[in-house]
């Protein structure tokens, strides 16, 4: 038997997905849950090599979405709603090119089905730079992350995958290494034979170059039916920077 990702199911009704983005985990989108919830039965998710799930040598965009489909089967939902950030709306996007059955609405903040060209060497450095066996608390952390990362909002997100151990010791909830040794799988752009024609929408940050207007043609020809919504003064992480704004665009293309 498939072995299942790791989930938070919040409220009752139609059944909502909500995966997070690269290095994090399923309570970054706990905001968006918490309103959510209202509405839907809301299943917040770690994907593999992240938070709670398991750990896999292999975590490509079809792997990943092959998870969400194991899991959809595993609690015997037809069809559900999807919202992805990021990493995680790379996946939710692969899920609907390849089980388009399985998803009603599908909604992506800030990222395209696009290939990146940017890395992230400064957080697999700063990462690298904790030696986690030190540790007496997630504070004595900040220094060695800062040395790499200076924006606090990302050292914070970083830092919450630290975690005590049964032994008492400090360990990383995400597989660094696994990440590390896919990482390259996460920049390619998604490919299909069929487009997904079911309801979507990017959401995307003003101030994020993560949708730019060169992706329009990747964009329309993979998900003709595709709707845009922009979030004035917000970058990457919206859903955390207007979370009020953020949840009132999902809803309202939910509950349409």
């Known amino acids: 038997m498939k072995t299942l990702l790791f989930s938070n199911i919040q409220g009752e009704g139609y059944p909502l997905i909500l995966l997070h983005g690269l290095f994090g985990m399923s309570n970054n989108l706990a905001m968006v849950a918490r309103e959510l919830s209202q509405h839907f039965q809301v299943h917040l998710l770690d994907l ?4 709670r ?4 040598d292999v975590m490509s965009f079809e792997d990943m979405a092959e998870d969400i489909h194991a899991y959809l089967q595993h609690h015997q939902i037809d069809k559900a709603h999807l919202l992805g950030h990021s990493l995680g709306g790379k996946v939710a996007m692969q899920l609907a090119l390849t089980h388009p059955e399985c998803v009603d609405r599908l909604i992506v903040a800030d990222i395209a089905p696009v290939a990146y060209i940017g890395n992230h060497d400064d957080v697999f450095s700063g990462i690298d730079a904790i030696d986690v066996s030190t540790l007496n608390s997630r504070r004595d952390a900040e220094p060695m992350l800062a040395q790499y990362i200076t924006d606090p909002g990302i050292q914070m997100f970083i830092l919450k995958n630290l975690y005590r151990s049964d032994s008492g010791k400090f360990d990383w909830r995400f ?6 040794n896919n990482y390259e799988r996460f920049r390619v752009g998604l490919t299909s034979d069929k487009p997904f024609v079911g309801s979507m929408l990017f959401i995307k940050g003003e ?3 993560y949708i730019q207007e060169k992706h329009r043609s990747a964009i ?3 998900f003709p039916n595709a709707q845009l919504k922009i979030i004035q003064g917000a970058g990457h992480w919206l859903h955390a920077e207007k979370p009020v704004i ?10 349409a």
């Open 175 to 180: 597989n660094i290494k696994a990440i590390r």
């Open 220 to 222: 329309e020809e993979l």
């Open 53 to 56: 799930s398991f750990w896999s």
């Open 246 to 255: 953020f949840n009132r665009i999902v809803e309202r293309f939910l509950l």
């Open 207 to 209: 101030l994020s170059a």
């Open 48 to 51: 593999r090599n992240h938070g």
